[in-house]
């Protein structure tokens, strides 16, 4: 049974006075335990909010989430909210994106990383900053004794990230969500932060949804990538796979318009023309298709089904790019 | 720290010196004045001369004011025209009472405040939130002397809870050692006459509360609003914290930061708003007393340490206030 199952996940945003916007159409995938799997697309694709809806992390007000999110076999979205605060922490840790914003500016770090502790492991607080201590120190962070008592402005942007990941991995949790950890962070510290989860990953076996809109990232961690486009999967493939022969050709897009080094000079970088401010609604036809190279009359007659291919992975397009196609 | 409380406190008094020279040609140059009061219209010039000159008002002004505060230097106030008595005395028997009623108002006002304020942000647009700005508006715009009178009149006249004025009823035993009421009660164990005093209590301390309370249910719902938005909560809502440790740790901790400024400056409306609310109640505290002393002929002595006195409490307020930031938020460096 897979660890976290993803069953038609759904998340429309109703505001008063505006019309319902479904951010995240359908989704379903699964996670293994000890599998990183990624959710990879541009902003604005629902990634983001796919995570949060897993967590129970929308506002309930203006949010309607339907579908299933299979923990385990718990249904969480079923899962009354004390239930699932006992869960959050525990069994599925999450980080995120600002590691400034997203550490409280007048708490101790220790006491940031003890509260988990207490929370679920229920520690005191002595034993609590004991262990605390030890998490900083698994996540690289130097001088851990003195880090305890400073504050999150007193450290640097790298450190706090590192803080953040050893709260979420605090109590061991098998599945960990992070949303887009390294956009904030120095080209360097990034790939420190990307090695640390790797590492840290591989050492617990706990399971990581990766968020990001960095297919470097993709490249580096991930076992299978599921590219979002408009709220829905659009491609899902291994790896390797989506690498070497990206079939969609949002997916072959994204690929494209990453610069390499080794293009000859002069070279203009390929871009996806136009903006998701393009995009048509599923409903009428295929999102992407006002910004598609390989669009077809189909295109523009409902949604595309999610098909499987045959080299195990999903792919929802009617032109697909073809497999000799390489990425330039 | 300690040099930064000596350099405010060195500020503080240069404040107050400017402030007594300002206050005393202010006064002296108002309409009306004590040999009026004293002597009446129909005094003849010659007891009129007399007087001045036992008063020292024929001197010139500066003279007059450099007398005030060589005398100051020494503690001493002067004598109140109106009673004789010792200003530093008739001010003494006042302030316990004035400080009692506006602890009370505060205490009324951030005790229900921040709870108030918290649950409106909480319930943003919901029923609680929309009946708090309509109550704030109304507790903002509500002249004190005439909620005072409104609320003594439906709660003493009407409906006999509460006494209607005075700080203790007649025949009530209590012993004075520190002049607050309640307090004395509470060491000397008469815990009849602390009844007593906060049953009195009551009624001025809510009216006095109303301003500071609305202020303090408007910020806080404001600040409390802007933090539920931050990052932080959210993380700490993906940690499965309990409610409580949210609220507390990471919202409140967070949003109390511009509430406390607000209360520093809440100070100054507390001080005058006493006025009107001692006169409704008739307290006999600090604001009866700046109220007599200028109807009934110009006091003086006694309205220029009132003034320094009631400058005196606002600063050093707000130099707390400036204070506990430095304790509550890390990023202050008190400089």
Excluded at chain 2, 57 to 70: C, H, N, T
Aim: proline fraction near 6%.
């Amino acid at each position: 049974m897979s660890l976290l199952d993803v069953r038609d996940l759904t998340v429309v945003f109703q505001r008063r006075g505006e019309r319902p916007f479904t951010a995240v159409d359908k989704v379903s995938f699964s996670v293994e335990p000890g599998q990183t799997v990624g959710l990879v697309g541009e902003s604005g694709c629902g990634k983001s909010v796919t995570s949060l809806a897993i967590m129970g992390l929308l506002p309930r007000r203006g949010n309607k989430v339907t579908g299933e999110v299979n923990f385990d076999g718990t249904d969480l979205l079923k899962l009354r909210p004390d239930d699932l605060r006992d869960r959050r922490g525990r069994d599925i840790g999450m980080i995120f994106q600002d590691p400034l914003s997203s550490l409280n500016p007048v708490v101790p770090i220790g006491i940031q990383v003890a509260e988990v502790l207490e929370r679920h492991r229920g520690m005191d607080r002595k034993a609590a900053l004991k262990e605390a201590r030890e998490l900083l120190d698994a996540v690289g962070i130097p001088d851990p004794n003195r880090r305890l008592k400073e504050y999150p402005h007193q450290i640097s942007g790298g450190m706090r990230q590192r803080a953040l990941i050893a709260i979420a991995l605090a109590c061991k949790p098998r599945l960990l969500i992070a949303d887009e950890p390294t956009t904030a962070l120095d080209v360097t510290i990034q790939a420190q932060i990307l090695t640390l989860l790797k590492q840290l990953v591989d050492e617990t076996g706990t399971a990581l949804i990766m968020i990001t809109h960095d297919l470097g990232v993709v490249a580096g961690l991930c076992d299978t990538v599921n590219v979002l486009y408009g709220g829905k999967v659009v491609e899902r493939a291994a790896r390797h796979e989506l690498f070497a022969r990206p079939r969609h050709p949002y997916t072959h897009g994204l690929l494209s318009s990453v610069p390499r080094l080794d293009s000859p000079r002069g070279e203009r970088l390929h871009a996806i023309r136009g903006s998701v401010a393009d995009n048509i609604p599923w409903g009428e036809g295929c999102a992407f298709a006002p910004r598609c190279d390989n669009v077809v009359d189909a295109c523009l007659e409902g949604t595309p089904p999610l098909e499987p291919t045959a080299t195990g992975g999903d792919l929802r397009c009617n032109n697909p790019v073809s497999e000799e196609v390489a990425v330039p | 720290m300690l040099r930064v409380i000596v350099r405010r406190l060195l500020q503080l008094v240069v404040t107050l010196i400017g402030l007594s020279a300002l206050v005393f040609v202010w006064l002296r140059n108002l309409p009306g004045g004590p040999i009026e009061a004293l002597l009446g219209e129909r005094a003849t010039p010659e007891r009129r001369a007399l007087l001045i000159k036992a008063l020292g008002y024929d001197q010139p002004i500066l003279v007059q004011y450099a007398k005030f505060m060589q005398r100051l230097l020494t503690g001493d106030f002067g004598n109140s025209i109106r009673s004789g008595d010792p200003v530093t005395e008739v001010i003494g028997r006042a302030f316990p009472a004035t400080i009692e009623l506006a602890a009370a108002a505060m205490v009324i006002a951030i005790g229900l405040g921040v709870p108030l304020g918290y649950l409106a942000a909480r319930h943003r647009g919901r029923l609680l939130d929309n009946m708090s700005i309509a109550g704030t508006l109304l507790g903002i715009s509500i002249p004190i002397f005439f909620l005072g009178y409104l609320l003594k009149d439906v709660f003493t006249q009407n409906i006999h809870w509460f006494p209607p004025s005075g700080r203790m009823s007649t025949g009530v035993d209590n012993t004075e050692i520190t002049g607050f009421f309640v307090l004395d009660g509470l060491l000397t164990r008469e815990f009849d006459a602390t009844a007593d005093a906060l049953w009195h209590l009551v009624l001025p301390a809510l009216t006095l509360a109303t301003i500071p309370l609305a202020v303090i249910v408007r910020i806080t719902r404001a600040s409390v609003l802007d933090v539920l938005n931050e990052d932080f909560v959210r993380t700490a809502e993906a940690k499965g914290l309990r409610h409580k440790t949210i609220r507390g740790r990471h919202i409140l901790r967070n949003a109390l930061l511009p509430v406390v400024t607000t209360i520093g400056l809440q100070t100054g409306a507390l001080l005058s708003g006493a006025v009107l609310t001692e006169r409704v109640y008739n307290w006999g505290g600090l604001g009866t007393l700046i109220y007599n002393s200028i109807s009934g002929g110009r006091d003086y002595p006694v309205l220029q340490a009132l003034i320094l006195l009631a400058a005196l409490v606002f600063v050093l307020v707000n130099l707390l206030v400036d204070l506990s930031y430095a304790f509550i938020d890390p990023r202050v460096r008190v400089r």
